[in-house]
């Protein structure tokens, strides 16, 4: 979520740096001072989620055609200010990253946690935005919807706002557009604000790094080493709490107490103790301890872009890449199709199960109490495994090793401390390897027909394939999704039943307008799970 304290200080103590644009003008100025490109503002979608849900009935499951039509809504606005759009989503957490994703995590819980409790008091969802949760999955569901709606969207495979950064920087974009300082500390282009973004006359706010450097007496290369020491999601707030707690000592023996002197302390600090050309090199000049010195060093280059440079290390080498730990399972030529369809946003989770074996899955709308309905991520457990088996080795290798899916799935009961492994089952009736790039690319009827099959056999559900062959394709899906769900839970009413049902026979031929006439009873029953058979449709 960026830097800590950065966003209030630059809107409450240094005014300055936050500069009111108009972006059809800077669209134009943008387009004359390049004409050879067309004004692209690259959008943070994760942080775009809580702008673009706007819906009244989200603790439901949502509503979908409402959301499809506000996301029209706010591509109809760039497109008649001659803005192009392109869409990065999160498609991995990285391993330095995770504590804080953890403790992220295990707060939102807290949150579903009141949620529910204010359900069963008052018998309806919560009317504050202080007690909201975005409906499951919307960031996934997300991807697909631009997708549908003809725009270009992008699923990183590293830290995503370094994606974000990177491409719009390489790519001579005009702006990105999101919700994290962590852009104001990258060097790239211009950062735009989508909590301040007014539709109706295409204005917000531009978070000056410029401004920002002048007001703080520090140059561009110094801001990776300004948000370290105040604390990010890679750095703890309180591994730097000595440092800082020197400089703002040093810095009130010489200036009087005002607001936001922690900024202008760490800045003054990193002033005074700037690396010279004769003097010590790096962040060997802040006199550190080896955790601290570690700790910086790390976190200044995950902010250093392709080809950047930085006073603050001796060596100005990226951050290196991260290791394919399944390149002995996966051959080259899958885990390439994979990547690319991965960073497109045609698929979920599948490169990350062939890369690294680490896939995570965030928090649901599910209650705690609840003991006769499973969790998500338990009822779809023996899916996942043979999922993973259709990836992966299911057989232990020449050395016995058996291949595992480190799973960070959060659900009410667990704490987080560390991944449950999970290891790859065979499908019960499939006939030697799978062909993965058949099964990806080819559209013959007899791999069709091959397709098909695996997804029941994927559910468990082969014994319906004759049944099933009079249906459709996305029919099948979502038909394999209640038939599984209905089969493990004993749970689902058959009123339920319909309800899912009714997603794909109806709501996806209604448009936004016919779904507000319906009349409550029958919207509420229909918007119990648009939003899972929605992705189920698109995949």
Not at 122 to 149: E, I, V
Not at 419 to 445: C, E, I, Q, S, Y
Request: proline share 5%; with cysteine.
């Amino acid at each position: 979520m960026g830097v800590k304290g950065l966003q209030y200080f630059m809107e409450g103590c240094c005014p300055d740096s936050c500069v009111p644009v108009d972006l059809k003008q800077m669209a134009v100025d943008h387009v004359k001072a390049h004409p050879d490109s067309a004004a692209t503002v690259v959008v943070d979608g994760m942080a775009c989620l809580r702008y673009w849900y706007r819906c009244q009935a989200w603790v439901h499951g949502g509503q979908w055609q409402e959301y499809m039509h506000i996301l029209q809504e706010f591509l109809d606005a760039f497109t008649a200010a001659d803005i192009r759009l392109v869409f990065f989503f999160d498609g991995t957490v990285e391993e330095q990253k995770r504590a804080e994703w953890v403790k992220r995590r295990l707060r939102v819980n807290q949150d579903i946690a009141r949620i529910f409790q204010h359900i069963k008091t008052h018998g309806q969802q919560p009317n504050s935005r202080d007690l909201f949760c975005l409906p499951s999955g919307l960031a996934t569901f997300s991807r697909f919807a631009l997708k549908s709606l003809g725009q270009e969207s992008r699923c990183s495979v590293r830290e995503g706002d370094y994606e974000i950064s990177d491409y719009a920087l390489s790519h001579n974009c005009m702006g990105i557009l999101g919700q994290d300082t962590d852009f104001v500390i990258y060097n790239t282009v211009p950062y735009l604000s989508i909590n301040k973004l007014n539709l109706n006359n295409m204005t917000t706010v531009l978070f000056s790094r410029e401004r920002l450097c002048h007001v703080l007496k520090l140059h561009m290369t110094d801001l990776p080493l300004l948000a370290c020491l105040l604390g990010n999601d890679v750095v703890p707030e309180q591994q730097m709490e000595r440092l800082r707690n020197s400089a703002l000592a040093s810095y009130r023996m010489k200036h009087k107490q005002v607001q936001g002197d922690k900024v202008y302390a760490v800045a003054d600090f990193i002033s005074v103790h700037h690396p010279s050309s004769e003097g010590t090199f790096g962040v060997s000049s802040l006199s550190l301890v080896e955790a601290e010195k570690e700790a910086l060093e790390k976190g200044i280059r995950l902010y250093l872009l392709t080809g950047q440079m930085s006073p603050w290390l001796e060596s100005s080498r990226a951050f290196p890449e991260s290791v394919c730990l399944m390149g002995n399972y996966v051959p080259g030529d899958i885990l390439q199709a994979a990547m690319e369809k991965h960073t497109q946003a045609e698929c979920f989770l599948v490169y990350n199960v062939l890369y690294d074996g680490v896939v995570e899955c965030s928090n649901t709308l599910e209650d705690e109490d609840e003991v006769e309905l499973p969790p998500q991520a338990v009822l779809y457990l023996p899916v996942r495994e043979r999922i993973y088996g259709l990836l992966l080795p299911v057989q232990p290798g020449c050395s016995g090793h058996t291949v595992s899916v480190k799973e960070w799935f959060v659900f009410p009961g667990n704490p987080l401390k560390e991944p449950n492994r999970v290891t790859p089952k065979p499908l019960n009736h499939l006939k030697g390897p799978p062909d993965l790039m058949a099964l990806w690319f080819r559209t013959d009827p007899e791999v069709k027909a091959v397709q098909a099959s695996t997804l029941l056999d994927v559910f468990d559900l082969y014994e319906f394939t004759e049944e099933l062959k009079q249906f459709d394709s996305p029919l099948i899906a979502v038909i394999c999704l209640v038939t599984y769900i209905t089969i493990q839970t004993r749970q689902l009413s058959l009123e339920d039943v319909d309800a899912y049902l009714s997603q794909a026979v109806c709501v996806r031929f209604k448009s936004f307008r016919e779904m507000q006439q319906l009349r409550v009873s029958l919207s509420r029953r229909l918007c119990l799970s648009e939003s899972i058979v929605f992705t189920l449709l698109c995949s």
